[in-house]
Nanobody, 119 residues
Framework: QVQLAESGGGLVQAGGSLRLSCAVS????????MGWFRQAPGKEREFVAA?????MYADSVRGRFTISRDSAKNTLYLQMNSLKPEDTAVYYC???????????????WGQGTQVTVSS
């Protein structure tokens, strides 16, 4: 069993930055693929970034967001720069054995953290 807990969301102006964290407890952190997803009101949950032995990003965030992990701290991060109003959503971290862009592949989820970008 894996437990995930996000933090770091908030309100920021367009062009600003935020860093999200996801504390992971339970089974070996390094053995899982980890992902960030987001969901805006009335929209389907969408892929943002994932990491295992490599990283991958949604086209909409590539070059602005950076996913990373600290195995010593069992923590996943998402550094978000040059934020835009369209980045506004609830952001979730997720874990699974499979490295995927598809949120339906992920078995373990955090509770989410709200990110709001004002124009």
């Amino acid at each position: 069993q894996v437990q995930l807990a996000e933090s770091g969301g908030g309100l920021v102006q367009a062009g600003g930055s935020l860093r999200l964290s996801c504390a992971v407890s339970g089974r070996a952190f390094s053995s899982y693929a980890m992902g960030w997803f987001r969901q805006a009101p009335g929209k389907e949950r969408e892929f943002v970034a994932a990491i295992r032995w490599s990283t991958m990003y949604a086209d909409s965030v590539r070059g602005r967001f950076t996913i990373s992990r600290d195995s010593a701290k069992n923590t996943l991060y998402l550094q978000m720069n040059s934020l835009k109003p369209e980045d506004t959503a609830v952001y979730y971290c997720a874990a699974d054995q499979f490295y995927s862009r598809d949120y339906r592949e992920y078995d373990y989820w955090g509770q989410g953290t709200q990110v709001t970008v004002s124009s």
